[in-house]
């Protein structure tokens, strides 16, 4: 299985972007996926996860700014983040399956003062 994420870049505190993860392989089923990010120097932390079933859980954080969603037919998991602070500066990355489970290679968000 392999992740492809896309979508990180820079924009301006306020702003919003977009990120996509698109799987390849056949574990994608059932499978709950997620976003999870790292800043320099911290833990890598769970943003916001989905079910196959469409269930969602977010961060405190991102709740109400962030909203995950998946298309099961195209195996892809989408965020769309705004109203975005500097403090969601990170690495953000794609997953299926948990901790235990596959991870996309990471996609830069740095959000500007």
């Known amino acids: 299985v392999q992740l492809q994420a896309s979508g990180g870049g820079l924009v301006q505190a306020g702003g919003s972007l977009r990120l996509s993860c698109a799987a390849s392989?056949?574990?994608?089923?059932?499978?709950?996926m997620g976003w999870y990010r790292q800043a320099p120097g911290n833990e890598r932390d769970m943003v916001a996860t989905?079910?196959?079933?469409?269930?969602?859980n977010y961060a405190d954080s991102v709740k109400g700014r962030f909203t995950i969603s998946r298309d099961n037919a195209k195996k892809s998991v989408t965020l769309q983040m705004n109203s975005l602070k500097p403090e969601d500066t990170a690495v953000y990355y794609c997953?299926?399956?948990?901790?235990?489970?596959?991870w996309g290679q990471g996609t830069l968000v740095t959000v500007s003062s």
């Open positions: 392989g056949s574990i994608f089923s059932i499978k709950t």
């Open positions: 997953n299926l399956g948990g901790g235990a489970g596959y």
């Open positions: 989905i079910t196959w079933y469409g269930s969602t």
